[in-house]
């Protein structure tokens, strides 16, 4: 009996201690490469070039005084400073002249965030000019996301 006991507890401590040495081993990670990483053009560069683009092709609509632009992704967001004295229809108009005609040249975005309201083009307008500076459109996904949320989108 003593015998049968002993060999059990002998089992467990064997068990347990199975079990604790197996459980705590290092986990096996595959050796780093040595293989360079390869140039990628960032996605903003482009961006920062089809904004550009596409600010100088709103800035001769007749209505728009100044147009800012950031494009990112498949979107691209547009805030309007339309010259004074248009009246509502109007500037909802021009809002959906601006849209089409980048839809229409553009065939890279899927999707245009188009505003005169002062607060998205102020955004805007601080989103460009951090992204002219050298920042990431990343940076700004956030803040991007919040104004697609405000307003209208108009889709391809």
Same mark, same amino acid.
């Not at 201690?17 to 705590?24: T, V």
């Given at each position: 009996? &003593?015998? #049968?006991?002993?060999? $059990?507890?002998?089992?467990?401590?064997?068990? @347990? =201690? /199975?079990?604790?040495?197996? !459980?705590?081993?290092?986990?096996?990670?595959?050796?780093?490469?040595?293989?360079?990483i390869p140039n990628r053009t960032r996605a903003d560069e482009v961006d920062t070039a089809r904004a550009q683009h596409?600010?100088?092709?709103?800035?001769?609509?007749?209505? &728009?005084? #100044?147009?800012?632009? $950031?494009?990112?992704?498949?979107?691209?967001? @547009? =805030? /309007?400073?339309?010259?004074? !004295?248009?009246?509502?229809?109007?500037?909802?108009?021009l809002e959906n002249i601006v849209a089409d005609q980048i839809k229409g040249t553009e065939e890279a975005i899927n999707?245009?965030?188009?505003?005169?309201?002062?607060?998205?083009?102020?955004?805007?307008?601080?989103?460009?000019?951090?992204?002219?500076?050298?920042?990431?459109?990343?940076?700004?996904?956030?803040?991007?996301?919040?104004?697609?949320?405000?307003?209208?989108?108009?889709?391809?």
């Open positions: 009996m &003593v015998n #049968k006991r002993l060999s $059990v507890l002998l089992l467990v401590f064997f068990i @347990v =201690g /199975l079990l604790i040495s197996s !459980g705590c081993s290092a986990a096996r990670k595959p050796a780093p490469t040595d293989e360079p596409i600010t100088s092709e709103i800035n001769q609509v007749n209505g &728009v005084q #100044k147009a800012m632009v $950031v494009v990112a992704g498949r979107n691209a967001y @547009v =805030g /309007l400073d339309v010259k004074p !004295g248009l009246k509502e229809e109007q500037v909802h108009e999707t245009v965030y188009v505003s005169s309201d002062p607060d998205f083009v102020s955004r805007i307008q601080k989103v460009s000019q951090g992204i002219a500076k050298g920042d990431s459109v990343t940076r700004y996904a956030d803040e991007l996301s919040d104004l697609g949320r405000r307003i209208k989108p108009r889709t391809i």
